[in-house]
């Protein structure tokens, strides 16, 4: 049984594309989470990049990978990480006693031991849906602290807390409720302003693909208010140069309660069309845009949260629209990058996939051999399931990648992007930007 000490994931759960998967992969993936729970830190240096060793083994894991796979992962990826560090046993205890935002404890890397071991022994006294609804969605100081940090970093609190939940996995919602207390609420500040703003107005949100479509005709100021050089171009780009046009630009999003499972695959299937379609700047090799990956990687969370029935219709509402619009600021801070659906359907691959290889299903253990650090094979799996959740809402207005050989297009375009060995990079990063395509190789 699994615990908020002991990670045990049975043969008999695979996520939420329930694949089928062995006793000894099942065996394997627990004894390799639980190495990596007992013997690594959250952050893999001092600039707090991140631990990808959960998401990488249970997405694996998912989509069917042997157990020499899982551990060649492990290997690849442990050598890197900074080691487990002891808590501070003052530090758990004060905050036992109560703490809100302005705790000296949050955004603050070292003491990830502290909040980890704080957040464990609550699931242990509570269980992991109590300690959710208290500190994730109870609308408290406190709770507002978690909830607008799961939105930092790039989502990854938000993308660990999410294979806790999706294999109920108390140990890595701990992880993932640490994750999300180390990092700072920048993010979160903007989100509330842009939640409060929208409440305040009365719009209906257009279908999401045409927001990331029209950014250019809403404001020039905001699609281009994002520079290359800067150092971070949400913080030192948007936030600085067009705040005021970003909050009229994502005050638009609204989920209304009734309507959260078409909204939900919508969310998704946009996530899937913007990542796939801004890999293109002719005349360089297609390559997907690191950071627009990660919108999509952290759609399964969505799925797996919406489907609980503890939880409200509108904390559900809420964390969606939170999400949708940071979604579109990453979309502006990335150079709005054209979106080229036309070349996603005529794109014909460099290496063929043998004959037998007809659905994206089929390319999965030509993934599995990349072994990088999880990103890829997340992508993979966020795809797999937005093509299984657009098909029930087949010719919506939303709706873009709309049949089985276009969704098959979007993964051979990843392949070629990250098998064998790849000039400069699996990825591009910032692909509005001419700059970020500088070292990518012409096609030939």
């Excluded at 990826?77 to 560090?85: G, L, T, W």
């Excluded at 796939?276 to 360089?284: D, G, K, Q």
Aim: glycine share 4%; with cysteine.
């Amino acid at each position: 049984m699994a615990t908020p000490w002991q990670i045990r994931v049975p043969a008999s759960d695979t996520g939420l594309l329930k694949w089928k998967q062995t006793d000894e992969a099942a065996a394997k993936v627990s004894e390799l989470l639980q190495k990596d729970l007992e013997s690594h830190h959250v952050f893999f240096n001092a600039e707090g990049f991140h631990n990808h060793i959960v998401h990488f083994l249970l997405t694996l894991y998912a989509t069917g990978a042997s157990p020499s796979t899982l551990e060649e992962a492990y290997a690849e990826n442990h050598s890197y990480q900074i080691k487990a560090m002891d808590t501070h046993p003052g530090v758990v205890e004060e905050l036992k006693k109560g703490w809100t935002e302005g705790s000296p404890y949050l955004s603050k890397g070292k003491h990830y031991p502290d909040f980890l071991k704080f957040f464990q022994d609550e699931i242990e006294a509570k269980g992991w849906e109590k300690v959710l609804l208290e500190y994730v969605f109870k609308e408290d100081e406190r709770s507002e602290a978690i909830f607008g940090r799961l939105f930092a970093g790039f989502l990854h609190p938000l993308i660990q807390l999410m294979y806790g939940i999706e294999w109920q996995q108390p140990a890595i919602i701990a992880e993932g409720l640490a994750q999300a207390a180390v990092h700072e609420n920048r993010a979160g500040g903007f989100l509330a302003k842009a939640e409060q703003a929208a409440i305040a107005s009365a719009h209906d949100t257009p279908p999401l693909p045409e927001l990331f479509e029209s950014v250019r005709q809403f404001s020039e100021k905001l699609a281009t208010s994002a520079r290359f050089d800067d150092k971070n171009k949400i913080y030192d780009g948007i936030f600085v140069r067009a705040p005021d046009e970003a909050l009229e630009f994502v005050k638009q999003v609204r989920v209304h309660e009734d309507e959260l499972d078409e909204r939900l695959a919508e969310m998704v299937h946009s996530c899937a069309y913007v990542a796939a379609a801004a890999a293109f700047h002719l005349p360089n090799n297609p390559k997907f845009d690191f950071f627009l990956i990660h919108h999509l990687n952290s759609t399964p969370f969505f799925v797996t949260l919406l489907s609980f029935p503890w939880l409200r219709p509108s904390q559900k509402a809420r964390i969606l629209e939170w999400k949708i619009r940071l979604d579109l600021i990453q979309y502006i801070a990335r150079g709005c990058p054209p979106l080229r659906l036309d070349a996603i359907k005529s794109f014909s691959p460099k290496r063929q996939a043998s004959s037998s290889a007809t659905k994206p299903a089929d390319l999965v253990p030509r993934f599995h051999e990349i072994i990088d650090d999880g990103h890829t094979i997340k992508v993979v799996r966020a795809l797999l399931l937005a093509q299984e959740l657009s098909q029930k809402y087949a010719g919506r207005p939303w709706i873009r990648i709309a049949d089985d050989e276009t969704w098959f297009k979007v993964h051979q375009i990843l392949l070629q992007g990250t098998e064998g060995p790849q000039e400069p990079a699996l990825w591009v990063r910032s692909a509005g930007f001419e700059e970020a395509w500088k070292n990518v190789p012409k096609e030939r």
